[in-house]
Structure formats: C-alpha cells, structure tokens
C-alpha cells in the first residue's frame, strides 16, 4: 500500500502498512514525507558523528542508532497500534534498554540529532524541535553541515529546552548526558 494522499489522521497501524522505502514521519497523525535521499555532506557528516558516538559507546549501556529508525513517541499509555507519532532522527542516543524492540524505539531517546538538508529545516527547528522537547529528550542537536555548526539544546530547570549553545567547526562539544564525553567537531566536518 503506497502513503495515502487524502487527508486524516493516521496511526502506526496505518505507518506499518505502507511500502517500503517511502520514507515518511507521523507528527500527531499528520504525514511529513522525507527527503527519499540525503546529499553526500550530509551523509558524511551523519557517519562522523555516529561513529564519535559509537566509539565511545562500545561496551556501554547506552546505544546509538541512525535513521532509518523508528521512534515512536507515546501520548501516554497507549497500544502501539494506536501511537500517532513515529520519527525518524538522524541520529538516536537510547540509555534505557527497555524502550527497544524489535521495531526501534518506544519512548523519547536520551539524545537526538538532526542534521539539517535544506527542504528539513523547517521541520526538524520548529514542529520537531518542539515535538522532542514535548517527549523529554534531554538534549537535542542541530547540526548544520554546510555552515559547519552545531546547536545544542539541553533542559532547563523547568525542564524545557534552553535557548542553546552554538559550536563551530573548531568546538569541543560536551555530551551533556554523558560526564566524560566530548566531540571535537573538527572530526565531524572533516
């Protein structure tokens, strides 16, 4: 069954019976289609900082995935079936193993990473900044591959998302969710 074009809510029910290889998100039952294939920069630049994060999660608790992988993202107590969000981050930091299964993940990851191609920008700083935070992801990057930054939102003491650090290409970035972590970016934009 190939996405429908009309007009209405889905859920993941829906999600599982489309086809495969149509990349497509669900944000509160509303369909976002995905860029089918992202541009060289930002696939490198998505390797580089999968492999920082592998690297330094080997052996751990914790682990790292990058998209294609489903994260569900539950109102509350609901059958999976039920569940009308299902994202796709770039990269996904999940230290909780029981929100895994064989499907991806079920509830918010620990980390996320979007890297930015230009028909995603909207979405991924505005509905899906908010959709994160909303979930309880506790910290969120934004990586600008061509301009060679990366933004970083951590939570405040209200738990909201902070207004953000800004790293350039020289940076050293602290892992918040980590003590000994840190990505020197001048690895990630090689």
């Not at 696939?43 to 489903?70: H, M, W």
Request: net charge negative; glycine share 6%.
């Amino acid at each position: 069954m190939s996405v429908p074009f009309k007009r209405r809510k889905y859920r993941y029910d829906d999600y599982l019976k489309w086809e495969e290889g149509e990349r497509i998100e669900l944000i509160h039952g509303d369909v976002y289609a995905m860029n089918s294939t992202p541009s060289r920069v930002h696939q490198k630049t998505l390797g580089l900082l999968f492999t920082e994060f592998s690297n330094f999660l080997s052996g751990k608790r914790c682990e790292v995935y990058i998209a294609p992988f489903d994260v569900r993202l539950p109102k509350g107590q609901e059958r999976d079936e039920d569940i009308d969000t299902v994202v796709q981050p770039d990269l996904s930091v999940i230290c909780d193993p029981s929100k895994l299964d064989d499907r991806g993940c079920k509830g918010a990851p620990d980390l996320v990473a979007e890297v930015i191609s230009p028909g995603s920008l909207k979405l991924d700083l505005t509905l899906k900044k908010r959709l994160y935070e909303q979930a309880g992801v506790k910290e969120f990057w934004i990586v600008y591959p061509q301009e060679r930054i990366v933004m970083v939102y951590s939570r405040d003491e209200h738990g909201n998302f902070d207004d953000g650090e800004t790293y350039d290409q020289h940076a050293v970035v602290p892992v918040g969710i980590f003590d000994d972590f840190q990505i020197d970016l001048s690895k990630v934009f090689a």
